[in-house]
């Protein structure tokens, strides 16, 4: 048996009354942690709203002033796994988001002829909207790169500017000639492989070909590694043989190319190429503090400057130097090295327009026309196409300058500089050149893509230098190919001023 207490309705009332009490003050207490628990997330938030976040330092392109630019990305369809830099070439994995086409290029309008280049800009004077405002996408790619990734933009830019169907063909024909050239490790050559790789990898960028493109991405990649590397293990420095005092060319030349890589393969298609922008920080400063006070660079940058270089070895470094600026990576007095390197070569130039070689004279049997050339292009590039320098320069080149493949006139060398800054002047002078350089490049290419050889007996004391510096068998073959190539490829590597009128 149970007993059960009965309890009276007034303490069932109260029994009923401390609950809901009870139940109501659970509920404030909940609603007060919830509260509490909101302010402090809160308070965690803001915190982290204020945390900086890293820009990228960057230059306005075409000018001697830093800005921050924000990078942005464009969509690819390759992705591939990444690896440091060796002789077993791995894939390029893309940082981006797949897309239908392997290089997306948008429908943009650009002047004809642009004076991107005549402005001194080679690369375009819109960087970060391509100069059009068209913005993301494409827009980080400047203009004038625009014009090289695009088969009907060539054949635009060929038709328009002189060229023909047939300059493409040729340019298309040399490329494929490098890739089955190309050795196991990435490089070219049995001798001097730093420079002539760079010589090809400089060929192939400029007809827009990276390590995604889907004829020659490997081939690129390969190149492109085989410098990284050879600036890896080397502090920078860049050439095969350092004991050879020539090997500062082969290192102006690698920093053009690995510059120009990085802009077009990492900046512009934010492709992923282990140690690239290391290499390019490294090797562009180590030239840039190579330099001696003149504004030259010495053989083997020799620190006595005895010599005093040349103009032949500067133009290779005002190349770099440019392609330097373009990177957007931040180099130690780049402003100052380019000054002092045009002052170096305005030292140089003759009344007639002619410039020497180490000297202001002409040099031997040296017509002076292949270093007006290259002076020409070096004040062209750097902002100052209506500088005297450049000016008297292209007067003289258009009067004096001559070309015949197997004649005495057969400097390659020197019209390799000639076609980038006739057609960077235009009008009559741009087309009295494009007369008497185009066919006689179209009309010595072999059936296998490579060029026929010059008359190595060509007069000139520069035309000596450039021989040597491109020795024998393979390497000679080589390297008249990538001058030649790079040649026929101005139609759209560097668009025409519409300033100058020639005449």
Not at 112 to 139: E, L, R
């Amino acid at each position: 048996m149970s007993l059960h207490a009965q309890l009276s309705p007034e303490a069932q009332a109260r029994l009923q009354s401390q609950r809901r009490t009870s139940t109501i003050s659970s509920l404030v207490i909940a609603l007060l942690v919830m509260a509490l628990v909101a302010v402090i997330l809160l308070i965690i938030g803001i915190s982290l709203d204020k945390k900086d976040i890293p820009t990228i330092v960057s230059y306005s392109a075409g000018a001697e002033t830093e800005e921050d630019l924000d990078r942005r990305k464009v969509n690819t369809n390759t992705q591939r796994k990444p690896s440091s830099p060796s002789s077993s070439m791995a894939k390029v994995i893309a940082s981006t988001t797949a897309s239908p086409t392997a290089i997306p290029v948008p429908e943009i309008d650009v002047p004809d002829p642009s004076t991107n280049f005549g402005d001194g800009d080679d690369f375009g004077s819109g960087w970060g909207d391509g100069g059009d405002g068209a913005g993301g996408g494409f827009g980080n790619i400047p203009v004038t790169m625009k014009q090289r990734c695009s088969l009907a933009d060539r054949l635009s830019r060929l038709e328009s500017n002189g060229g023909t169907k047939e300059c493409e063909d040729a340019v298309v024909n040399a490329l494929r000639w490098f890739k089955e050239k190309q050795n196991k490790d990435g490089s070219w050559c049995r001798s001097r492989k730093v420079s002539m790789t760079s010589l090809a990898l400089l060929a192939f960028l400029g007809h827009c070909e990276t390590a995604q493109s889907e004829e020659f991405g490997e081939t690129v990649f390969a190149a492109v590694t085989f410098l990284v590397d050879k600036s890896m293990k080397n502090n920078g420095k860049l050439a095969d043989d350092f004991k050879d005092d020539h090997w500062c060319y082969e290192h102006g030349i690698a920093v053009y190319a690995l510059a120009e890589a990085y802009t077009l393969c990492v900046k512009s298609f934010s492709e992923n190429i282990p140690n690239l922008e290391d290499a390019v920080q490294a090797s562009g400063q180590f030239m840039i503090n190579s330099q001696h006070q003149g504004g030259g660079w010495e053989y083997a940058y020799k620190e006595d400057n005895t010599r005093g270089g040349d103009t032949s070895i500067v133009g290779w470094h005002v190349q770099a130097l440019k392609a330097l600026e373009h990177t957007k990576i931040e180099f130690k007095n780049m402003s100052k090295c380019s000054r002092l390197a045009l002052d170096y070569m305005e030292s140089k130039q003759m009344k007639s327009g002619a410039i020497g070689y180490s000297n202001a004279s002409l040099h031997g049997e040296q017509d002076g026309t292949t270093l007006a050339a290259v002076g020409a292009l070096c004040f062209q590039m750097w902002d100052k196409s209506s500088h005297a320098v450049a000016r008297k320069a292209c007067r003289f080149i258009s009067k004096e300058m001559k070309f015949e493949w197997e004649g005495p006139d057969s400097d390659i060398y020197g019209h390799y500089y000639a076609a980038q800054c006739m057609i960077n002047y235009g009008g009559d002078y741009w087309k009295k050149y494009n007369t008497l350089f185009r066919d006689q490049v179209l009309n010595n290419q072999k059936k296998d893509g490579s060029f026929k050889n010059v008359n190595t007996n060509g007069k000139g004391k520069i035309k000596a230098v450039a021989a040597a510096f491109a020795g024998n068998g393979d390497v000679s073959d080589h390297y008249r190919t990538a001058l030649a190539t790079m040649m026929l490829e101005v139609y759209y590597r560097f668009l025409p001023s519409s300033q100058k009128t020639g005449g």
